[in-house]
């Protein structure tokens, strides 16, 4: 088993930096389901990492983007209709999932208007265009990534539990506070870095 090592120091001992990393497709949650969530974390307290610009130009993301998945203690997926057609979300999934063995993180999926079983056995869902343009080598990891987080216990938004999307954002929020509330940061507890990942 390889070890994986963080600003200098092993997964055993280096503490993380970021509460949440938040991987989701803006182009159909940003101004809703995510708008919600991304304020209820700021309201709470929660530091939350976010990319820029300049972090998602090209195609495969980069040093600093993995790094930052590396230091976030829970790892939110927002899996939505356009989730699965943007190779940026899918490299940040498969990412997280080789950090979950090595660096015990905590990922939590929320199916968005998508249905589990469609996350699982991506047909459909998937976007096949993405194979004509990246191989199937490189997708075929994307689609064993996605099987794998549709097997994840998460929330399902067409649980009739969550009557309004308020109720949803407020389950998770919950959850998360329960997960940092024993986790160490490098950076000082009043310190708020709500930062998001958003992809086009």
Sequence with gaps: MHTLFVDGESSNSF???????????GED?????????????????????????????????????EKAIELSRVSIVVFSKKYASSSWCLEELVKILECTEMLKKVV?????????????????????????????????????ALTKAG??????FRNVVYRHESDLVESIIK????????????V???RLELILVSKI
């Design 15 to 25: 503490q993380w930096r970021y509460n949440v990393f938040l991987s989701f497709s």
């Design 29 to 65: 949650t940003r101004k809703s389901f995510i708008s919600h969530l991304k304020f209820r974390l700021c309201q709470v307290g929660i530091s939350t990492f976010l990319d820029d610009e300049e972090v998602r130009k090209g195609e495969v993301i980069s040093t600093k983007l």
């Design 108 to 144: 939590l999926p929320i199916f968005y208007g998508v249905d589990p079983s469609q996350v699982r056995k991506p047909v459909g869902y998937f976007d096949e265009s993405l194979t004509r343009r990246f191989g199937v080598q490189r997708t075929q990891n994307w689609k064993t």
């Design 151 to 156: 097997h994840l216990s998460g929330w399902d």
């Design 175 to 186: 959850r998360v506070l329960q997960e940092v509330s024993q986790t160490p940061l490098v």
């Design 188 to 190: 000082a507890c009043y």
